[in-house]
């Protein structure tokens, strides 16, 4: 049997904690040699997260829940342009950052939480960009709307830079290289 086609065993050693409307989300990730998450809590489906603000995915109940970006240019400046938009039945998602460290989220058009991310999201070994985020939620949600919207802010972040910064860190990173 090749090395290559066997299947490969991948344990979470790391965990967090976060508060949701019906109890404890436990956040499971490990940042070698992929960064992955698991998020589940109770009563709620597991969803498996592929952190990243620009490549992220997000997979629940083993099927690929596909996102898309507000928009796939690489010279969006605007915070309105990394709107995450996913698809989960009839049900529209968005993770909309407000600020540098602020997202809502929607379902429908509908806000059903706020995120509020740190600062340290954006340092240069950050893996994980939601990790540190933390949620304040609505009232009247499902186990589906919790995991989704948890899983969303793991995996995209919480809050965008805006046209200002963008432009500043390009130029910072162009001096640098």
């Known amino acids: 049997m090749s090395i290559f086609s066997k299947r490969r065993t991948v344990r979470l050693s790391q965990h967090r904690t ?10 499971s990730y490990d940042r ?9 809590g109770p009563g709620m489906p597991p969803v498996t997260v592929r952190p990243g603000r620009e490549h992220g995915w997000i997979k629940v109940d083993g099927q690929v829940i596909p996102t898309r970006r507000g928009s796939d240019s690489r010279w969006a400046l605007r915070r309105r342009t990394r ?20 997202a809502r989220i929607l379902r429908d058009g509908m806000p059903i939480a706020e995120a509020h991310g740190t600062l340290g999201a954006y340092g240069p070994l950050r893996s994980i960009p939601g990790i540190d985020a933390r949620l304040t939620w609505s009232h009247g949600l499902g186990r589906y709307d ?32």
């Open 83 to 102: 709107t995450r938009t996913a698809v989960v039945g009839e049900r529209t998602y968005e993770l909309r950052p407000t600020g540098l460290c602020r």
């Open 18 to 27: 976060a508060e949701s409307p019906f109890g404890p989300i436990r956040i």
């Open 32 to 40: 070698w040699p992929a960064v992955i998450a698991l998020v589940q």
């Open 146 to 177: 919790v995991a989704i919207g948890q899983a969303m802010v793991v995996a995209f972040g919480a809050g965008a830079p805006g046209a200002l910064a963008t432009i500043a860190s390009f130029w910072l990173d162009l001096i640098g290289s």
